[in-house]
C-alpha cells in the first residue's frame, strides 16, 4: 500500500505499524511516495522499533550522538532497508557513524566489512580497527576501490558521502569499474545506498575537487549504467536553502549542505 509521508515522519510510521512506506521520488519538483519494501521482504513496524533502539545505543560516541539532529540516522536505516542478519559493506566508515548503526541493527547473525580503500588504510585502519574491537559483527577489509570483492555476497552496500571523492583524479579510482564492482558483490535483490552532497544542475562531476560536491542525476545516471534499478529518494538530509555554490567545508554550510540519498537495487 502506498502512504504518502514526509521523510521526517517515516520512522514514525513504521513504529505506528504502517508497511515502511517512505521512499520519496523526486523528478523535475515532482515528488511520489513509493513502498519502501518493493520487491523485498516488510521492513515492518518491528524493525522501527530496532532503528530507534540502534540510535539510543549508549556506545555511540557523544560527538556522533550530537550530529543526530542533521543526520537523521533512524530516517536512513529505515531507507535503506537494513534488517537483522544482513550482510552489509560501509565504503570508507571513518569513525564509524554508520557501521555502529549497522551493526547494532543486523545482529550476531549478520556482518558489517568496513571497506577501506588501499589509497587511504594508512591513516583509516587504526578506526576501522577500533570498530572491530568494540563490535564482534564487523570486520575490516582493504582492497582498491574498483575490484572490491567480500567474502560473502551482501544485501546492502553503502557509500555517505564519499562517491564524489572517486572521481577526484588522485584517488585513481575507475568509477565505472567500482560501480560494476559492487553489482558483481551484492545479492540479487541488493541494495546499493549512496548518499552525496548535490552539486548545481548541468554541472556533472565538474565540483568534485573544487567544492566536494556531485550533481545527482549524473551520479544516477552513471550507477544505473552498470546495470541497477532506481528505486526512489528520501529527502531526509535535502536543505533547499543550499545553492550549491559553497565548499562543503566552509563554515557557513558544513554540516547543512543539500543532500541527496538514493536507493538502487540490484535486478533479481
Do not use: W
Amino acid at each position: 500500500m502506498i502512504k504518502r509521508l514526509t521523510a521526517g515522519a517515516a520512522v514514525l510510521a513504521l513504529a505506528a505499524g504502517l508497511s515502511g512506506c517512505i521512499i520519496v521520488s523526486s523528478d523535475g519538483g515532482s515528488r511520489t511516495v513509493v513502498s519502501a519494501d518493493a520487491g523485498m521482504a516488510s521492513t515492518g513496524p518491528a524493525y522501527g522499533g530496532l532503528y530507534a533502539d540502534a540510535v539510543a545505543d549508549s556506545k555511540r560516541p557523544a560527538d556522533e550522538v550530537e550530529r543526530d539532529a542533521l543526520r537523521h540516522p533512524a530516517e536512513m536505516l529505515a531507507f535503506a532497508q537494513v534488517a537483522p542478519g544482513d550482510k552489509v559493506a560501509d565504503i570508507r566508515p571513518g569513525a564509524g557513524y554508520f557501521s555502529r548503526l549497522f551493526s547494532d541493527v543486523v545482529g550476531p547473525n549478520g556482518r558489517v566489512y568496513a571497506f577501506v580503500p588501499n589509497r587511504t588504510m594508512e591513516r583509516e585502519n587504526p578506526r576501522a580497527d577500533a570498530l572491530v574491537a568494540a563490535y564482534p559483527n564487523i570486520v575490516r577489509v582493504n582492497g582498491l576501490l574498483d575490484s572490491m570483492t567480500y567474502a560473502e555476497p551482501l544485501d546492502m552496500i553503502f557509500m555517505s558521502q564519499e562517491y564524489h571523492d572517486f572521481h577526484i583524479p588522485g584517488f585513481n579510482t575507475d568509477v565505472a569499474k567500482m560501480n560494476a564492482a559492487v553489482f558483481a558483490a551484492l545479492k540479487p535483490g541488493g541494495r546499493y545506498i549512496l548518499i552525496d552532497h548535490q552539486a548545481a544542475p548541468g554541472t556533472g562531476i565538474s565540483a568534485v575537487q573544487t567544492l566536494h560536491r556531485i550533481e545527482g542525476d549524473y551520479l544516477k545516471r552513471e550507477v544505473e549504467a552498470a546495470g541497477f534499478v532506481f528505486e526512489g529518494e528520501s529527502t531526509a538530509v535535502a536543505n533547499p536553502a543550499d545553492d550549491h555554490s559553497l565548499n562543503v567545508f566552509d563554515e557557513a554550510i558544513r554540516g547543512k549542505t543539500d543532500q541527496f540519498v538514493y536507493r538502487f537495487r540490484k535486478p533479481g
